[in-house]
């Protein structure tokens, strides 16, 4: 069984990501009153001008920049008394504002990056320490929906996309992430790929993901590993590559519009059990672990055909072998997966009873 390592919980990655999200609104009003100060110093000094001196808008706006940046150009027209001491009063009380607010800026830009850097550094740290968990190549519309499902489950993702826009997508879902090309060995080595449980590539072409499964492959040959593939071609050279499971989202979003006209009541019982649904009825998979009970006993003489509601639809055997409605007869084995159709709370008890006791 593979195991999760965390520090303190699945999210523990991301907390410092959600908090730097939630001050900054407070950063960007900071940050635009700090700008709608300049802003004004430099309307005053405009009108200030233009009011006094007779000049037109955009000489007043010339001589007010030159003088709040100090160059010294010389003057625009030749100032009166009132022009200077206007002159005077706009150096003392707005080239010491306009400093102050541009450093304030400057020291602000740099924080944020010095900060970034930081929590990425953490971020990988972190990684490095999980064990058993799913690395996703690229954070497209397939990976959103099933990037949401494994967080909502409490499993370790690692998401890797070079777009900053979709990393930020990522860790608002709770995934670990880092920004990268996923095409790159030392990508794939930073998400921990050599403790992956498994591995999803949903890159845009077939060529990067299969550039993907062989390096991933390589680096770790017992990783499951799942990709798309755009052309049936494609899907043929995927699977030679090593990929455990191909799939094509054409073929299969074909598939489930047929069946929906052609078989409706399967197609929306299907729904119901999905775990998206929100329904209480599920299609569960349940292994026995080692030191079960119910280990080298046949499936009539366990509890387990009794136990509530639950259906049990299948087994899978350690070689892979699907036994559909399986007989009483049937001996029960380490790490023989369950598959059972019934309530939460009923598949849950069912779990408990597998338990080493």
Known sequence: MPRYTFLENPYF?????????????????EDFYLLGIVVALLLVGSFGYSFLEGWTFF?????TVITLSTVGYGEVQPLTQTGRLF????????????????????????????????????????????????IFCGFGRLAQVAVRE??????????????????????????????????QDDALERAGVRKAKQLVSLLPTDADNLYVILAAKELNPHLLTVTRAEFAAGEKRLRSAGATKVISPYVIGGQRIADGLLRPY??????????????????????????????????????????????IAALVTPSGETLFNPSRS????????????????????????????
Do not use: W
Not at 93 to 119: I, K, M, P
Not at 332 to 350: S, Y
């Open 13 to 29: 990655g991301n907390l410092s990501m959600k908090m730097d999200n939630q001050h900054k609104p407070r950063r960007l009003r």
């Open 150 to 183: 494994l967080v909502s489950k409490k499993n370790p993702v690692v998401i890797i996309d070079s777009s900053e826009t979709k990393i930020s997508e990522a860790e608002e879902l709770g995934a670990f992430t880092i920004c990268a090309d996923a095409t």
């Open 87 to 134: 002159t005077v009063l706009l150096i003392i009380g707005g080239v010491g504002v306009a400093g102050y607010v541009l450093t304030n800026l400057v020291s602000d830009l740099f924080d944020r990056q010095f900060n970034a850097v930081q929590r990425r550094r953490r971020m990988l740290e972190k990684i490095q320490l999980l064990d058993g968990h799913t």
């Open 330 to 357: 049937t001996e029960l084995k380490e790490n023989m997966v369950i598959i059972g159709l019934g309530k939460k709370d009923e598949i849950r008890a069912l779990e408990q009873l597998l338990l080493p006791h």
């Open 266 to 311: 399967v197609e929306n019982f299907l729904d119901l059990t999905a775990s998206s649904s929100g329904s209480d009825l599920v299609i569960e998979e349940i292994r026995i672990p080692s030191s079960s009970a119910v280990i080298g006993k046949q499936l009539g003489e366990t509890e387990l055909p009794k136990k509530g509601d639950v259906i």
């Open 59 to 63: 000489e007043g706006l010339y001589m």
